[in-house]
């Protein structure tokens, strides 16, 4: 069964700082997709950045970017130059490629201090 | 705006009362799926629909829950007899898929639900 861990159940970051959260999954399928989503506090989740397990090139969407290693099953996200409005919880999730669902790891709270 | 929305926002309920939730996709999306999330826990999901069809239940989804897509447009999760065990934010999300590779998943605001 596919799995999704991620192992900081809370992160802190000074404001402008740079912050990266951690995601393993365990997977025997070549063919699949991984996301990060942004979920603030009493509101709706939001897609942060994609990527395709097909492409080597790590996905990039302003101050995110992935660091995506297929071998070691992890895709952490980086994100720079932290802003308040980055503050909520981070879920990492997979999708194989004929599935429609995604599967969730628990979430990493970030906080962003001023 | 034209987001995924969601019926009520919050439902507090009596044990062994039955509720409904309603949610309306992004127009023209073509599938539409429901999540359940607790307390400290990432979204679990739950079914979803590609158009008016049902394709996929998880075995979470017990024969108290039934969710249903009439005319492929909204859709509507019943759960029967409530169990204070199903207190939680359930999500609806719906997406546009014309091949597996670009389908996105967007969110709506959930149905926090408790059941006393």
């Known amino acids: 069964a596919q799995t999704v861990t991620q192992s900081q159940p809370e992160m802190s970051v000074q404001e402008a700082e740079t912050v990266t959260l951690s995601c393993t999954y365990d997977?025997?399928?070549?063919?699949?997709?991984l996301f990060w989503y942004k979920q603030p506090p009493s509101r709706q989740m939001i897609l942060v950045i994609r990527q395709e397990a097909y492409k080597q090139q790590n996905a990039t969407e302003n101050r995110f970017s992935v660091n995506f290693q297929k071998a070691a099953k992890s895709f952490s996200l980086k994100i720079s130059d932290s802003q308040l409005g980055d503050a909520a919880m981070y879920f990492c999730a997979y999708r194989w490629g004929s599935q429609g669902n995604l599967i969730f790891g628990k979430g990493t709270k970030l906080s962003v201090k001023p | 705006d034209t987001g995924v929305s969601q019926d009520p926002r919050h439902k507090i309920t009596k044990r062994g009362q039955n509720v409904t939730f309603r949610c309306d996709p992004i127009?023209?999306?073509?599938?539409l799926y429901w999540y359940r999330q607790t307390l400290g826990q990432g979204p679990e999901f739950l079914t979803y629909f590609q158009n008016e069809a049902q394709l996929e239940k998880s075995r979470l989804l017990s024969d108290r829950f039934s969710a249903e897509r009439p005319k492929g447009s909204f859709s509507t999760l019943e759960i029967q007899r409530t169990e204070q065990g199903d207190s939680a934010m359930y999500l609806c999300a719906s997406s546009l898929v014309w091949d597996w590779g670009s389908e996105t998943q967007y969110f709506g605001p959930g149905t926090r639900l408790l059941v006393l």
């Open positions: 127009s023209e999306h073509n599938r």
């Open positions: 997977t025997s399928e070549s063919d699949y997709y």
